[in-house]
């Protein structure tokens, strides 16, 4: 898998809330966009993973919130793998504008079968992509 | 089943917008609280329902928007069972402030099994209730 | 202002429901996404407009959905001008996925200001775009 | 202000995503809901503390997820006031059901103005309510 990736996303109005900014909680759902396409940038696709019967779910999420986004703002995602083990995914994900970190978020991720066992995260998300 | 329930909802703040009002897409939301708690105050349950393999499908749905509803505002929602068939339900739902009528909404529904295949209305949703 | 617009959205879990498709209420939400969008690319900003102290608000909004959409699924939204009057802007939006139409919506559009007055709808959107 | 707060909410149908669960995003919703009425049993009200031009920010957000959480689960939010100085408020929240938790979160919050400076945090959110 890809070490890191970048995306871009634009604050929808929906997003925003009476303070006239991207409301914290839509930070989370935006690192999800992010490792969705980390993960379609690697060769991979999240939902034949699940197809398959494999689910990542979020085991721990945080975020810290340095300077707010508002409505229209072209944002980007950076995503970083941290660490990959047998038992769990350690993500960071920050959101620029224009250069500048607004948000900078960990999340850990662990693979579960459908009845939420867990599993052990599969080979091919454990090996580093040869970008050589 | 009953043919009209009330119920409170007070405004989040995430349903807030940029505006400083609750935003419209919540509003189809709320109706969807409506139903639950009719279905529930009617003896139904729509989880069970779910569960034995029948699910509950928005066909069409409508609102007209008259005034904004702010964060915070304990509102009232009013759903009324228009008509029921072998095909359809046909509900209307009130958004109400203080005897206010800020929205009203019509959705029309229809029932599916887990494969999506409509199925006929269930004879008890169909059947009003005797108040007397 | 163009007449019709065409771009392409990604279906995000958040977005999904227990049924497995695409919420409802989230349509709604794809069609601010068209109409900003068209908006854009007609050389407009809608960010600007509320800056200028100008607001459109949705004075109705109405769904029917035929097929549902899933998790990852990239569908096109299609949004067309029907009508644009001093009062108002009535917009359809189509939500496409490899050429077949999932849902289609109308929305109806009124312009105020900060205050909630009613506006006539400016002279730049209520012309339409010489495209020869 | 009290120290600890218990509320319950009930898990919406627009909440789930397609595993079937609360998405976790929505947690962040709900550590939200708990303050605001935390706030209300304390005699305080956050919506006449933004009319006074003073807004609660989110610094930062962790939650950790223990057992997912599904439709229609009545859940409880316990909110506990950990810390409050000059410059913050630290929260902890649990989500709860039938006594089980399954999510623990801290939020640690601030205080600006309209213009997003950083203020004290105002007396009455630091002093502590005398219970007996």
């Known amino acids: 898998m890809l070490r890191q990736h ?3 996303v634009r604050v929808r109005y929906k997003e925003t809330d009476a303070m006239g900014v ?3 909680a839509n930070y989370f759902v935006y690192f999800e966009l992010g490792r969705t396409e980390l993960l379609r940038a690697s060769g991979g ?3 034949k993973m699940e197809e398959g019967g494999l689910l990542v779910v979020v085991v721990k999420a945080e975020c810290r919130f340095r300077r707010p986004a508002h409505y229209d703002d072209l944002l980007t995602l950076r995503t970083t793998v941290l660490r990959v083990t047998r038992a ?3 993500q ?3 959101v620029l504008r224009d250069g500048e970190c607004l948000a900078v978020g960990h999340v850990t991720l662990a693979v579960v079968d459908r009845s939420g ?3 052990p995260v599969p080979d091919w998300l454990r ?3 040869d970008e050589t």
Chains 1, 2, 3, 4 share one sequence.
């Open 6 to 8: 970048e995306m871009t």
């Open 92 to 94: 960071q994900c920050e």
């Open 88 to 90: 769990k995914i350690e």
């Open 45 to 47: 696709n999240y939902r």
């Open 117 to 119: 066992k867990v599993q």
């Open 127 to 129: 090996e580093e992509e």
């Open 22 to 24: 991207l409301h914290h």
